[in-house]
């Protein structure tokens, strides 16, 4: 099967090509650019590079959150429109997930997805590498990073940090002195070829069903309640 996939959670883009499960082709940019500028075109210049149509895709995967509010509505968004337009199916991962699958072939660690929440809180996910996969331990969730160390300290693992939240845990797990380890920076971002890893095995859906998994309010929702339970 050839997959399509994309990452627009955070501030990174990305888009790859893989073919029954094997890279193909990547592209990958962190700049200050809008995703909505830029992930349709990376996908169309990469799949032109190859010589290929959106058409010869057999399904498109994509990062459906937790992340940027702005970034994973244009992710789905941008594969809803490639699906509808090529009458493809889609799937839809975690993006704490995906992050964790890059880090598969480590032993000995608890993988933990950390992405910077703001309002002093991670979007985090543990799971425990495979080898050729990953296993979950939690589900997706909005925490303090105290709460990860509370966790840390009763399993007595050691935790391995991968995201845009990595060097923030990193750095209040050793000033603690909890065992942990920092994932090699071309891995700590997402990236579609995560989506992809993530994506292995599970069953296409229609992509009018594809829908973000944001975990909490956005600021503008949370606003409005404010401001209608002061009224």
């Known amino acids: 099967m050839k997959l399509l996939s994309i990452d627009s959670s955070a501030k990174a883009a990305s888009v790859a090509l893989t073919e029954n499960g094997r890279l193909i082709s990547q592209f990958f ?5 809008t995703h909505s500028r ?4 990376m996908a169309e210049d990469m799949l032109s590079d190859l010589e290929m149509k959106v058409s010869d895709v057999d399904c498109v995967a994509v990062s459906i959150g937790p992340g940027s509010f702005t970034g994973i509505r244009i992710g789905v968004a941008a594969a809803k429109g490639l699906c509808w337009g090529g009458d493809k199916p889609c799937i839809g991962v975690s993006t704490l997930e995906a ?9 000995d660690a608890v993988i933990a997805a950390a992405m910077d929440a703001r ?15 990953i296993e979950r331990l939690t589900e997706d969730r909005a925490i303090p990073v105290s709460k990860l160390m509370d966790e840390a300290k009763e399993s007595g693992k050691t935790y391995y940090f991968v995201g845009d939240g990595a060097e923030l845990c990193y750095n209040a797990f050793t000033e603690s002195g909890l065992p942990a380890l920092l994932a090699p920076e071309p891995l700590r971002l997402q990236t579609a070829w995560g989506v992809a890893m993530a994506a292995e095995g599970r069953a296409p859906e229609n992509a009018a069903d594809l829908e973000p998994r944001y975990l909490r309010l956005s600021q503008a929702e949370r606003e409005r309640l404010q401001k209608e339970a002061s009224n």
């Open 99 to 107: 992050m964790a699958h890059q880090l598969r072939d480590r032993k």
């Open 38 to 41: 830029t992930l349709l075109k």
């Open 119 to 133: 309002r002093g809180e991670i979007y985090n996910a543990c799971f425990l590498p495979l080898g050729d996969g």
């Open 29 to 33: 940019q962190a700049s200050a650019l």
